[in-house]
C-alpha cells in the first residue's frame, strides 16, 4: 500500500468518525478541505454549507485567500460552488473562456487569485442537499475522473456524517425538550397539591387558579409553579374566581 492508498484510508476513517464525544463541526469540515486538496492535485478548496434556512454559509477554507474568494461567490451569488448547491450536480467548466461565460464577475477574482480552473462537488444523500465542496487549481485543467470519483466519494462520506451527527443533535435537543417538559408537569402538580391544600379548593380548581394567576401576571406555569413551590407567591381564589368563567367556579 501506497503512502497515498494509507491516507485515503486515513481519511475515509476521520470523516465515517462523527460519533465521538465532543464532534466538532468546523474541525471536521477543515479536515475534509485539507484532505481533499492533498489528495486530488487542488491547489485550495472550500466548503459551504446550507443554514437552518437554507442560505448558505462559508464554513471552511484551506486558507484566508481562499475563504475570501468563497465570500465572494457567496455575496454575488455567482460560482460553481452556489451551482452544485442549487443544482444536486457536479460542476466542471473546461476553460477560462467557458467559465466567463458562466460566472462573469467571480471568473476575474478567481483569476486574480492566481486560479485558472474550479470545480464543485455537491455534498448530498439522495435528494438532499447541503452544501458543495469547492475546489481550485492553477492548472487551467480540471480535474481527472479518477479524482473526481474520489472528492465525490469524500463528500458523500462527510455528507452522511453530518446528517448522522444533525440527527442525533436533534434527537437529543428532543429529549431535552422533552425531560423538561417532564420536569415542569411535576413541578406543576405540585404546586396544585400546595395550593389546594392551603386554600381549600379541589386539585382542578387548583389548576385554573394557577393558570389564571400565570396569564393575568404574565408569568410562565413553570416558572409560577416553582415560586409557589418556595412559597414566595400563593395564588388567591377569591380573586381570581371574579375572573374566571362560570364553568370554572
Wanted: proline share 4%.
Amino acid at each position: 500500500m501506497t503512502a497515498r492508498d494509507t491516507l485515503i484510508a486515513d481519511t475515509f476513517v476521520e470523516l465515517a468518525d462523527t460519533l465521538v464525544t465532543g464532534f466538532d463541526v468546523i474541525d471536521f469540515l477543515h479536515t475534509l478541505v485539507d484532505r481533499a486538496v492533498e489528495l486530488l492535485g487542488a491547489d485550495a478548496g472550500g466548503i459551504m454549507l446550507a443554514d437552518q434556512r437554507g442560505g448558505l454559509e462559508v464554513l471552511a477554507a484551506s486558507d484566508h485567500a481562499t475563504h475570501l474568494l468563497e465570500l465572494f461567490e457567496l455575496q454575488h451569488e455567482e460560482g460553481p460552488c452556489m451551482d452544485a448547491f442549487r443544482t444536486g450536480q457536479q460542476v466542471v467548466v473546461p476553460g477560462v473562456r467557458e467559465m466567463l461565460a458562466s460566472w462573469p464577475r467571480f471568473t476575474p477574482r478567481l483569476q486574480a487569485a492566481g486560479f485558472s480552473s474550479a470545480q464543485a462537488i455537491p455534498m448530498r444523500l439522495r435528494t438532499e442537499v447541503i452544501g458543495a465542496l469547492n475546489l481550485f487549481r492553477a492548472a487551467p485543467v480540471p480535474l481527472s475522473e479518477v479524482d473526481v470519483r474520489l472528492a465525490r466519494a469524500m463528500a458523500d462520506v462527510a455528507t452522511v456524517g453530518l446528517l448522522q451527527a444533525r440527527a442525533i443533535a436533534a434527537r437529543d435537543e428532543l429529549a431535552e425538550q422533552l425531560q423538561g417538559a417532564l420536569n415542569t408537569r411535576v413541578m406543576i402538580e405540585q404546586a396544585k397539591g400546595i395550593i389546594a391544600e392551603r386554600t381549600g379548593v379541589d386539585v382542578a380548581e387548583a389548576f385554573v387558579v394557577l393558570r389564571t394567576h400565570a396569564r393575568r401576571t404574565g408569568t410562565s406555569l413553570s416558572q409560577l409553579a416553582a415560586a409557589v413551590i418556595a412559597g414566595r407567591v400563593l395564588p388567591s381564589v377569591t380573586a381570581l374566581r371574579q375572573g374566571m368563567p362560570p364553568e370554572a367556579r
